[in-house]
């Protein structure tokens, strides 16, 4: 049966159903999201929860830890850190790739509901959770500057207006805002002003409450109508707190304005951010999950001036950094890669048909198997990105393998005589099981691929179905479409003379297919020669596995640049903000950075430490700037490292991520311990030891454990005696340097609060102290949190907006009222106004002052207390054998059995995927022989097609190692891709020599012989169409060029390796093994024939 002949007689209907496969393809080209690399993102979670004033290791054993404890109970929890500041915990975790990220967060909830009785009653709110994905680059970064606004306002702009448009966007993930805080009303208070006229702390902020109410007032019916009651009731600018009465003292009014400054500034003012060395406020947008980032950028970029009209035109709005860019020049230089392999296969194809008619058959037949494959794509939820376009280019080689093999044996039957219908038929009869092996095979080959779980099977998924699809439509069009163009457009070149290009070429390849049939009869006159060759490429296949550098993915180059900033753990924010500035400018110095953009301090995004920051800087394009990522870090490490008393860790930012724990540097290292002194003691030890190390660069680790402490012995005996409470004495420090938020202002647009401290001139020494008094006056707290109202209080109905009137509504009212918790829902104690001078105690009377340390931070992983040592790799240090370092030094330090340590990140997944490599290509192998073994219907002939592999392995490795490239896990791919590339030569040799053997009763050495001189052509045509497929990649030119590289070094070393070998080795494997298979029929007729002579005696 011939299954391309009712396509070879109905060439209308052919073409017809290719063109339909060409259109859907150009049509789900168009519709295919873009993104950088395949959608990877592993589900992730983070908990936060907040508890106000209290210290690190507090926040870790009374919040954290109870988390854990049931956050650790969920299933598919593969890593569970958590770091836990001053206020605050922050606990991530991370589940295997394949859980159900909304079935995760509905545990998440779960787990957290039942933790709630274990903790803390003060808690300022239950905590909450968040999607996330650890591997998220920025995508966008705006900044906002302003010559006339102030940073607050330009916040407000940000955050208020700004983000929550962006957010509304399809394809956007998160907006995070920093450089800034929001506007708020400053009351910085004077603790001599305060003793002066004998008023407490508390006192001032039961005042500030109660002069800010916003409540319900209700109505009222007059007859037919209803009024609303409205009252002036709640003070919105610096302006309506001045004249604030405080206290009345011998009669008279003690305002505000008296014991204080009050002012309009923002919420927090350890913020900064910087755009080139401008104060700006950061604007970061990242991408949803799969989202179309092109499209994202796109319809953001076409809502910015409609959001530029919406705020003040004052607001500078500039893109300092677009992800978009380094993605579209990325892509374009893959598809311009896909069609110079393209051209490069036609310009071989053409080489040896030398025939315009001839060469537009397998051009077709390539074309429509790759425009077609998008459709498919399409269908699959795929996108267009680095790894899809790569496969395609790498298929280019295959998808014409088929075409050719065809192609040229119904040439030679034309050749022979027969016409073009009868050649077609014949010739693609006899090829069609040769086709369908070598496609079969070559798609058994990304089986184990398929089935790989974790990132890495994830990574390459739509990889490896992107190259089988192509090839199973090829597969298709081989034998429809090729057949049917064979019949319709070849013709025969009897008495037609050949040009003088034709005539070279000829004498050419005659010259070699007289050179390869001279050594192939030598080869096969000496086999021992030849098997002891393949033994040995069979040796240096486990040698060079051994020593080969090896790495996890290259280093991207996404033109993009992120740095943290880690400080002295003293440093105040004032320092900070010069070594910030320091920073920004050596950077943006740089001639190959565009813009350098930074902030301290939180304000939305970052660590939001004092001693610590972050800068993100864009890179010029490639074709200006002459240097790769690496290349500019290394050359901005001198300058960068003169700035003192502080570190900048820069990297590359890049497209793959993992873990939950973020680190200085791309490749981390965590210690984990029973107890938090064990860990101190040991991690510096280790850390010291690394930075000696010349295989590893800008070792750090994540331990704070130095900062200063302001340590406040309080003598509770003496405090019993002067009436005063713990509490009393906790509320007074917090409203003196906490940034207590006191009170909320509510607008139309948003809610705004007032804050409460000290001058900062008295929070500057820790001898200030002693200037700090507590009132011993008292009362309950009342009211509501939401509201501050007081309780007891008239509303009037008065259109004046002075607080002073309010303050004396309530005096009169009222003179000694509870307030409301207000801030963040801490509860005080005072009257609203002070009527008489209050006992004030020194703090020292109760209280002594003792410098100390304390951890600004405590980490946990896996219900264990954990510190995280970040590195990265100098120039030309492979991944491996930085691992081999850390382990090293782990052994000769001898820590104790009570700590361990375990890679983390891209680290710890390198680490599996190097554990799963060998494996991956035995399975691959294995997966080969049964498909074939199958489709032979043989256990020897597989092997004989498996005998090709050593060869072609050593000269992608050997590739590898003399290029300097890294043996990583695209390298792996280009192995595996390498199977199914070498394997189809020995295939035609074989099912010619088996045909030759049937058909002809050959010996096995003339029909393999035969069969090698005869396949010869479509061999070599095939080989470097594959070859001339992977130059492209190999060359590496362009933007994410480093992704390509591997792949094509490892496809262009292993076939010139094998293409040399196995035309020799494949024959005398073919003989030693045919005779083997007759030895063995032999020993099995005997033994037949002896139980037979024994039956019958």
């Known amino acids: 049966m011939n299954l391309s002949a009712p396509f070879v007689r109905r060439p209308v209907g052919t073409t017809l159903l290719s063109l339909g496969l060409v259109v859907a393809g150009i049509i789900a080209f168009f519709k295919l999201p873009v993104s950088p690399l395949p959608d990877v993102d592993i589900p992730t979670i983070m908990v936060q929860a907040t508890l106000p004033g209290a210290s690190p290791a507090d926040v870790a054993s009374t919040v954290a830890s109870p988390l ?125 002003a305060l003793y002066k006229y004998g008023i407490g702390l508390e006192d001032v902020r039961a005042a500030l409450s109660s002069a800010n109410a916003h409540s319900p007032k209700g109505g009222i019916d007059v007859g037919n109508q209803r009024y609303q009651i409205y009252a002036n009731d709640q003070a919105r600018k610096a302006a309506d707190y001045r004249p604030l009465v405080v206290a009345y003292r011998n009669g008279a009014a003690v305002r505000l304005t008296d014991v204080g400054d009050v002012i309009d500034s923002v919420e927090n003012v350890r913020t900064l951010g910087l755009s080139n060395g401008k104060p700006a406020v950061v ?115 295959f998808v014409v393998d088929d075409a050719i093999v065809v192609l040229e044996n119904i040439t030679r039957h034309m050749d022979a005589g027969l016409s073009r219908l009868e050649a077609t038929l014949v010739g693609t009869r006899e090829v069609g099981f040769t086709v369908l092996s070598m496609s079969v095979s070559l798609i058994a080959v990304f089986v184990p691929i398929l089935l790989m779980g974790g990132l890495v099977g994830r990574l390459f998924r739509e990889f490896a179905m992107t190259i089988t699809i192509a090839i199973v439509i090829s597969l298709v069009v081989s034998l429809t479409t090729t057949p049917m163009m064979c019949a319709v457009l070849l013709r025969k070149e009897e008495g037609r003379p050949h040009g003088r290009i034709y005539r070279i070429s000829e004498r050419i390849f005659e010259l070699m297919l007289n050179g390869y049939r001279a050594t192939l009869g030598l080869a096969l006159r000496h086999p021992l020669l030849v098997m002891l060759i393949l033994g040995s490429t069979l040796y240096l296949n486990f040698h060079l596995y051994k020593v080969v550098p090896k790495g996890f993915v290259p280093q991207q180059d996404t033109g993009l640049l992120v740095g943290s900033i880690q400080a002295d753990q003293s440093t105040s924010f004032q320092l900070m903000q010069q070594k910030l500035t320091q920073f920004i400018d050596i950077v943006k110095s740089d001639p190959a950075v565009d813009t350098a953009v930074g902030f301290t301090g939180g304000g939305g995004v970052g660590p939001g430490g004092t001693n610590t920051g972050t800068v993100f800087a864009s890179l010029k394009p490639m074709d200006e700037r002459r240097l790769r990522a690496d290349k500019v870090i290394e050359r901005l490490r ?49 850390v010291a030891a690394l930075q000696k190390e010349p295989t590893l660069a800008d070792v750090n680790s994540d331990q704070q454990n130095k900062a200063l402490q302001a340590n406040l012995i309080i003598d509770r005996d003496a405090a019993s005696r002067l009436g005063i409470t713990v509490s009393q004495l906790d509320n007074t420090l917090y409203d003196a340097f906490g940034q207590r938020q006191v009170s909320t202002i509510f607008v139309a647009r948003n809610q705004y609060h007032v804050i409460m401290e000290v001058a900062p001139r008295f929070s500057q020494d820790p001898q200030t102290l002693k200037e700090v008094y507590i009132s011993t006056s008292g009362g309950s707290a009342s009211g509501t949190q939401s509201t501050n109202a007081v309780a007891g209080t008239v509303a009037s109905s008065s259109q004046k907006s002075s607080v002073s009137a309010v303050a004396a509504n309530v005096v009169r009212n009222q003179a000694t009222n509870s307030i409301g918790a207000t801030g963040k829902g801490v509860a005080s104690t005072g009257t609203a106004v002070s009527t008489s001078a209050e006992t004030m105690i020194p703090l020292s009377s109760v209280a002594r002052f003792e410098h100390g340390e304390t951890p600004l931070s405590v980490n946990h992983q896996d219900l264990l207390v954990s510190s995280t040592i970040s590195f990265n790799l100098p120039p030309g240090v492979s991944l491996s054998t930085a691992t081999t370092t850390i382990e090293n030094a782990m052994h000769a330090l001898g820590m104790p059995a009570g700590i361990s340590g375990g890679f983390a990140g891209s680290a710890k997944i390198f680490q599996q995927a190097l554990a799963n490599e060998l494996f991956l290509i035995l399975a691959a192998l294995a997966t080969i022989y049964i498909s074939l073994g199958v489709l032979y219907e043989s256990y020897i002939h597989p092997l004989t097609i498996l005998s090709t592999l050593p060869s072609a392995g050593v000269g992608a490795v050997a590739a590898l190692m003399l290029s300097h490239t890294d043996f990583d896990i695209i390298g792996m791919i280009g192995v595996i891709l390498l199977v199914g590339i070498v394997k189809k030569n020995a295939i035609m040799m074989i099912d010619f020599a088996l045909d030759a053997e049937r058909q002809r009763g050959l010996s096995s050495r003339d029909a393999i012989y035969e069969a090698c001189l005869m396949r010869f052509r479509p061999i070599m045509m095939t080989t470097l169409a594959a070859l001339f497929g992977a130059v492209p990649l190999m060359i590496g030119l362009g933007e994410g060029s480093e992704l390509r590289q591997p792949l094509g070094i490892a496809i262009f070393g292993g076939l010139i390796l094998s293409q040399i070998l196995t035309l020799y080795t494949t024959p005398v494997v073919y003989l030693y093994l045919d005779r083997a298979r007759l030895w063995t029929q032999r020993r099995r007729a005997a033994r037949r024939a002896r139980r037979a002579a024994a039956r019958a005696s």
Request: zero cysteines; aromatic letters at 6%; glycine letters at 6%.
């Open 638 to 686: 001198e300058p960068l490292a003169s700035v003192a008393g502080a570190t900048l860790f820069l990297q590359s930012i890049g497209d793959l991520g993992a873990g939950g724990r973020s680190g200085n540097a791309a490749y981390q290292y965590t210690l984990k311990g029973s107890t938090f002194e064990e860990l101190n003691e040991w991690t510096p030890k280790l």
């Open 283 to 397: 604007m970061i947008v990242y991408r949803q999950p799969g989202a179309n980032i092109i499209k994202m950028v796109d319809s953001v970029k076409g809502l910015m001036p409609q959001l530029k009209a919406s705020v003040s035109p004052a607001v500078d709005i500039t893109l300092a950094m677009d992800r978009s860019k380094t993605i579209r020049a990325s892509l374009h230089d893959v598809e311009i890669t896909l069609l110079i392999a393209v051209a490069l296969v036609i310009l071989v194809v053409f080489a040896f048909l030398r025939n315009a008619r001839a060469t537009l058959v397998p051009v077709v037949a390539v074309g429509v198997s790759l425009i077609a494959t998008f459709a498919v794509m399409y269908l699959l939820g795929y996108t267009l990105d680095i790894f899809s376009l790569m496969a395609l280019t790498v298929a280019t080689g």
């Open 68 to 192: 854990e404890r049931h956050l650790g109970q969920i299933a598919s929890v593969t890593e569970m850190t958590s770091v836990s500041s001053l206020g605050s915990a922050r606990i991530t975790l991370q589940f295997d790739i394949d859980r159900d990220i909304n079935g995760a967060a509905r545990d998440v909830q779960a787990a957290i509901n039942a933790a709630r009785a274990d903790l803390p009653t003060n808690l300022r709110a239950n905590p909450t959770y968040r999607k996330f994905n650890p591997a998220s680059a920025p995508i966008l970064i705006y900044t906002l500057t302003s010559d006339t606004l102030t940073p607050a306002e330009l916040y407000d702009a940000a955050s208020t207006v700004l983000a929550q448009k962006l957010s509304q966007v399809e394809g956007v993930g998160e907006v995070s805002v920093g450089g800034g805080s929001l506007p708020a009303v400053r009351v910085e208070l004077i603790p001599p």
